[in-house]
C-alpha cells in the first residue's frame, strides 16, 4: 500500500469540517508539504514494524485555509489510531524528533487523541512559538495497555506553551493505560485536570523530542475530583513506576512555581510520588481520596520537620485508610508528628530511593 501523502503534496481547502485520513505502510519523511485549512489529521501506521512518520513544519504546514479566520482555522486535532506497530509520528520541527525557530506548525492544537493501538506510539508536534497565549489542550488515550502512549506537543522554540492540560484516560475499569506527557521546550504549564471513564492510569513524563521533567516543574494543580473513579499513579523523583523513554512525572516539582495542589477522587490505591518537591508543608496540599491503600512519596526532610500542610496548617492532607508513606532520601526517620499524616498507617524508609530532581 501507498501512502496517503507523498513529499512535495497540496493540500488547500475551505470550511470549517475538513479531515485528512493519512495511511502509511511504514516509515516515510514528507517534506515540502502544504497543508491548510484541514482541522483534524488522522494517521494509522498498518505496517507490521515499526515506523517512523515525519512531516517537516515551516510556513506551509498546518495553518488557516484561503478564508480564515474561525471558519477556515488551521489544524486542531491530531489522532493516532488503529496502528499495528510502534509508531511515531512528527509533525513540524525537521520531522525526527527535533525544532528551533520557525519550524513549527502554523496552528495551536486543541486536541491529540491515541485510540486503539497496539505498541508503544508517540505523536510529537512542534508548533509556531509565536502563536501561544494561554492555550489549552485535551489529551485523550485509549487502550494503551500493550505499551505507552506518548504524547508530546509544544512550541519550536522557547519555554512558552499550553498552560492547562486536560488528560482523558478511557477504556473502562478493567484497563490500565500507560500515558508519558511531554512539552517540549515549554515550562509554564500550571494546571493538569485529569478525567477517566473507570480506566486505571500511570503517568510518567516523555523524554522524547526535547520534553523533560522540568516541563511540569510550575504546575501549581493536578485535579481529578470529581471527573475520575480509577487509580492513578503519578510517578515522580525516584523513579519508581518510570518505563523507557520516559521520566517520573513529578521529578521536577521542586516548588519553584509557589504552592502546589494534588487532589485525587476516591479509588482504593492511588499513588502519587512528590520526592522531588523543595518547597515547604504549608505550601503543599495533598487529597488522594479516601480509597484504602493508597501511597504516597516525600522526601524525608519534610516529613521529619513538617509542621502541617497547606496555607492553613489544617485539612490539607488526605488519604485514604491504610495509607503507606514512604520516607524519601539519605537521612531518613527522625522525629515525624503522625498527627499530620492522618490516614498514614504505615511509613516506609526508602534511603536507596534519593530523589532524582
Known sequence: MLPTLSPGDTLIDSGGNNVLNAFFNGGVLIGGLTIEGVQAWNFSNLSAGAAVIGLPGGPNLGGPGPIGGTTNMGVQKITLQNSTAATTVEVGGNGAGTAGAGTGIQSILSAVNMIDNLATDTVSVFESAALFSGSTITVTVLNATSGTAVVDVGPDVGTTGYTIWNLHSTGGNTIVNSIALGATTATNATTLNLFDDGASTVLNASTADLSLAHDWG?????????????????????????????????????????????????????????????????????????????????????????????????????????????????????????????GVTDITWRPQLVARV
Open 218 to 342: 510550575h504546575l501549581t494543580l493536578i485535579s481529578g475530583t470529581g471527573n475520575t473513579t480509577g487509580t492513578w499513579t503519578i510517578t515522580g523523583g525516584t523513579g519508581v513506576g518510570t518505563v523507557a523513554g520516559t521520566t517520573g512525572f513529578l521529578a521536577g516539582l521542586s516548588g519553584v512555581g509557589g504552592a502546589f495542589s494534588v487532589q485525587l477522587d476516591n479509588a482504593a490505591g492511588n499513588d502519587v510520588d512528590l520526592s522531588a518537591w523543595g518547597g515547604t508543608a504549608t505550601n503543599l496540599t495533598i487529597n488522594l481520596g479516601t480509597g484504602a491503600g493508597d501511597v504516597l512519596y516525600l522526601n524525608s526532610g519534610l516529613v521529619d520537620t513538617t509542621v502541617g500542610f497547606g496555607a492553613t496548617g489544617t485539612g490539607s492532607f488526605q488519604v485514604g485508610t491504610s495509607a503507606t508513606l514512604n520516607d524519601v532520601g539519605t537521612n531518613v526517620g527522625g522525629n515525624i508528628n503522625m498527627s499530620f499524616f492522618p
